[in-house]
């Protein structure tokens, strides 16, 4: 039987390719079907916002209300009589999508300030959180870290989406529906104030006193002291003649107290002069008029005088100046919009005078000396640097971070440790040849290897690629998200690549021998089984080629419900029991750790049974190992006939009694090619050599000679 298989396949030496081909075909077709996301039907929210789930959306909430309006479907919540915020779903706002493509149904609150006040999940398909209570109590408390953040995508505070580890694509999505819900929902019903670009707040106004504004840097204050105006006196040269306003008290005594300020946004200008000044500028003035805002809190100078009056003098208000990147600007009586009462006064900026607000400027504060002659000589007494705080102007929105490259930038450090023993890995299968003439050497890279596989890629980083993953990725073309989406999992990204990549070049072996967590976990238990000399049991060849099918029929399962039940699907993927073994580490239900357990005991008699005969992923790569372009493994005419040496060393069967390589079922072990290179076990080889010492006359053709047989026959041990 078995010859005839392997004539039918050298008559049809493509078939296996086209079969691949055509099976990949239909997977693909099936897709449409798959990737058209389930659409839950969820009760009116009122019936969802149950009293323990409100407790926990809203605390202190009394009642809900729905809201009757053509905005985001919102429950309004009360604390007593008044309304505090808003409940609402996510699949009512959103509709957003999870990792499993079906919308999630995340139900949280905001109050009216736009702060979050809880969020529970009331339904999902994500496929890392189905029947994993641990991973699922990490979302829970992830949730719950959103309370009192902003109701903004992209504000910082809560817990990172890592945290809910093995599971951060929906971590990563629920905040964000929450985050951009909340938004959605007061942005309807609140009088917020969107713009473009930066723009001075005109809107905003509450009652300020000038200490207020001087505190928050509305106004800017020149407290000026008898002392500083001697010393402004000294340093203008005209410290021996007397001031223009004289002194009284002593050093320390006020000689004035001046404030000045942008005047337009009406917290600073309407607070500064009162409101009918203030009208005057900002509705009496042509478009684009600007005023500063100067007053006179106290002391017996003040930044007025009488001269503006004068018309000697010009009508200048020569005690203040403005400058502004090198540019001066200069007030007149008619540039003055005076407050009532008191010493403050708006002075009026046009459009053309070039004044950029936004900028900062400086006041500067003159008054002068007397000469004997009467004369008066100016200078600077104060100078009072100002720029508008940015709580006075009104900045867009900025677009958050896309959730792809936030979760690049968190894992840099994760991405570079993975990139390196990607690089290692590319190395040593470069290198097979000469790592593999050394025995030893080679062993302990290849434990090595298998022990980084399973304890950091898988129960570290949580990077255990699964029938999930390629079925999602399979979605994409046809399911309507977002392909930042699925970037948002670097790691799996980058193992996902490079086992694409390593799959056409090379075969499935690559990730199923070297990178897969649960396979290095069956691998490395199968050689603590080989050490306790448990007894190994492998079918006959035959009996083999059937129970290979087993994983392309649990793929067909996975795919089939994928695409006609999905709510089936979670249930099938339990097929693979990576989330018990590696991600959950087997934290997890009873009767998944079970089966889990009886998987790995099985391979202890049977290496990688579960990967040769059930795995659904392993069956996908097989498949599309038949389109892989290059055969590493090496192979000598005696290879098969007579010696079988390489066909007994292989722990997983895959060499046939030909010798031929069945490489959809080859792990890349390269156990072979240690055997193949060893010139004492490879008989070819151990010929040679004994020839090169001893010049023995060749054995006749198609005849083993007596040392081939005996070592052959030999059970090797494992590379
Ligand atoms: S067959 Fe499955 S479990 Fe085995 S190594 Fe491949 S993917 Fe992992
Ligand atoms: S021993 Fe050779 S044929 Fe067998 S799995 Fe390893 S590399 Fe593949």
Redesign the pocket.
Known sequence: MAAKMTATARRWPHVGRIVAALAFMLAVLLMPWAARAEEPVAPPLLERLTPAVLAEVFPGATRVELVADDGPAAAAAFVGEAQAGYVFSTLDVLRAPGYSSTPFDVVAGVTLEGRITGAVVLFHREPYLINDAARTARLVAFLEALRGGEARLGAEGGLPPAFVVGATISARAMRNAVQEGARMVLRYRTEEITVTEPTIDMINFKPMSPAQLVEDGGLVLAHVRNADLQAAMDAAGVGDLLPEVPMTGGPDATYVDVVAGYANPPRIGRNGVGLEPYDTLVNGMPEGTMGIFVATLGGVYDHRGTRFNNLSNGFALDRITLEQGGRAYGFEKSDMIPARGKIADILILPLEAGFDPMQPWRADLHAAALRPDGTRVPFVLARLEYALPAGYILMPEVPPRPAWLEAWEEGTRDIAILCASLVLLTGILAFQGALTRRRRLYRVLRLGFLSFTLVWIGWIASAQ??IVHLVNYLKVPFADLDLGFYLAEPLIVILSVYTAVSLVLIG?GV???WL?????L?ELLAQVARALRLPQWNPAERAQRAMWWG?YLSLGLILSLVALAPEAAPVAEEI?P?KTAITAIFVRGLPYVVYAVALLLIGLFTE?A???FL?????A??ILDRLHLLDLLKRRPECGNPCHLCERSCPVKAIERSGKIVMAEC?QCLDCMVEYHDDRRCPPLAQARKRKGRAPAPAPAGVMPPAFAAVAARRTPSA
């Open positions: 690629l699964s499935r990730f199923c021998g897969c967590p649960f396979g290095a069956q994983k693979e990576f990688r579960f990967c040769r795995c659904p992923l392993g069956g790569l097989a792990f």
